[in-house]
């Protein structure tokens, strides 16, 4: 079945430290791939996100993410994470073929400790 | 620029009161429309989504309804509220290729 895997529910990093959030995918084919943030009670906002060509990606606020078809996977990271970075992140796919559905990961919650 | 409005932000209704929330987006034509939910402890799941005027899609079989009686208004509907119904909602939208989602700020309801 398709789906989207964060094996993560929390996270919890020193702030200066770096940070990876894994995100695995299950798809015949190489689904579209986006990264969103939510602060506590707000809506989701865009990261960054992978389309097509080079497999790292710069998003905003510092993070990157990296595609690797071998491993079906789309890692966050950031090398020094700040405070205001607490939040929950969400992995999603569209898959390819117009289906116009984003599919989200159950997301992982990160707390960064003083 | 595009902007999307939903409301209320929060909510409080007694089991079997009926629900109807609203999401409006201005600045672009023809957006694709989604609600998704946020279970406590649980990540996103997509209720419906809608490519244009009357064309709804359930991904779930629930106690609500989606309508969009206008290009760019979302409603999501229920007759009767379950506690079961309590969580985080939000309405997102994309252009026509629907690889851009932009969301709302949700709607807390507590159903007690």
């Known amino acids: 079945a398709q789906s989207v895997t964060q094996p993560d529910i929390h996270i919890t990093v020193s702030e200066g430290a770096s940070l990876e959030l894994r995100c695995n995918y299950s798809?015949?084919?190489?689904?579209?791939l986006f990264w969103y943030v939510q602060s506590p009670g707000q809506g989701l906002q865009l990261l960054l996100k992978?389309?097509?060509?080079?497999?790292l990606v710069q998003g905003i606020k510092g993070f990157e993410a990296e595609f690797k078809r071998s491993q079906s996977s789309f890692n966050l990271r950031k090398p020094s994470v700040h405070w205001s970075d607490a939040a929950e992140y969400f992995c999603?796919?569209?898959?390819?073929?117009?289906?116009?559905?984003?599919?989200f990961g159950t997301g992982t919650r990160l707390k960064v400790l003083a | 620029s595009q902007t999307i409005h939903q409301w209320p932000a929060t909510l409080v209704q007694p089991v079997g009161s009926p629900l109807s929330l609203e999401c409006t987006v201005e600045?672009?034509?023809?957006?694709?429309l989604y609600w998704y939910r946020q279970a406590a402890g649980r990540g996103l799941q997509l209720l419906f989504y809608?490519?244009?005027?009357?064309?709804i899609s359930s991904e779930v079989p629930q106690n609500l309804s989606a309508s969009r009686p206008q290009d760019r208004q979302f409603i999501l509907s229920s007759k009767k509220l379950l506690l079961s119904d309590s969580g985080f909602y939000l309405c997102?939208?994309?252009?026509?290729?629907?690889?851009?989602?932009?969301f709302g700020q949700g709607t807390r309801l507590t159903v007690v």
């Open positions: 798809y015949g084919a190489t689904p579209y």
């Open positions: 992978y389309f097509s060509g080079d497999t």
């Open positions: 600045g672009t034509s023809n957006p694709n």
């Open positions: 999603a796919v569209v898959p390819s073929g117009g289906t116009y559905k984003y599919i």
């Open positions: 809608s490519v244009g005027i009357g064309q």
């Open positions: 997102a939208w994309s252009a026509g290729d629907g690889l851009l989602a932009f």
